[in-house]
């Protein structure tokens, strides 16, 4: 008794730590997508090659052997009938569900922003992305001095939460490396964060929403780099 006693009270405990820890846990949404996706293509994978096969198997199986026969298939009783209709329904169905609800969970991932993400402000001009720093350091996205539109960078190791708007008309902001896209309008805020895990040179901010003219120029290098040379950065950011 004491033993049972003892191993609830362990696992009460060890759930009390778990949930602690499931609410300082930072995720990482760009990875819960990649393995949601992952599984949707596997399952639609099993389901497509069961059910051709099935009809394949059935196609040569049941297929007519001269000009004039005529099927002789038994009558289905009502249980069979229905059990063939819903049986494997349920189980589509089931596997819908199961994949909705990973969907809705990393969804939450999305909109949960971690308490100790920097904030970047972003404010969309037809057509450049301007990024405005806790500090108040401002850096435009607009085109550089090689006609290309400028990096902007963000340091590595640190959640980092876009709080975005628009002064004219309805923009994108679409980073697919991070597997994140959100409109960015006029007279509302919208945001979207990411967790540059790693340092990267290779992300590219789009904006996804034709806006007009030179809106394939709203598309700047979003590189994640370590903390020292994105203070450099943005320090002399702060000089122009
Ligand atoms: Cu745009």
Known sequence: MRKLLSAMTGLAGGAL???????????????????????????????????????????IKYRATSPDQ??????????????FALIPASIF??????????????????RRVPE????????????????????????????????KPQAIKIPAGQPVVFRMTSEDVIHSFGLPYYRVKEDVMPGRITY??????KEQTEAVLQCAEFCGNDHSQMANPIHAVPQAEFDAWLAAKADE
């Not at 005529?70 to 059990?83: D, E, N, P, R």
């Not at 904030?119 to 085109?143: M, N, R």
Request: aromatic share 14%.
């Open 116 to 147: 100790n993400a920097m904030e970047v402000k972003v404010t969309a001009y037809q057509w450049y992305f301007e990024f405005e720093y806790p500090d108040g350091t401002v850096a435009d996205g607009s085109l550089g001095d090689d006609d």
């Open 17 to 59: 730590l778990s949930s602690q820890a499931f609410a300082q846990e930072i995720r990482n949404p760009a990875e819960e997508w990649e393995h949601l996706w992952n599984e949707v293509i596997l399952d639609i994978t099993v389901i497509g090659v069961i059910m051709s096969v099935a009809a394949i198997v059935m196609l």
């Open 70 to 83: 005529v099927g002789t298939a038994k009558k289905l009783t009502t249980v069979q009938s229905i059990s």
């Open 93 to 110: 169905m089931a596997d819908d569900f199961y994949l909705a609800a990973n969907g809705w969970t990393v969804w939450n991932a999305y």
């Open 192 to 197: 979207i964060w990411v967790n540059p895990d």
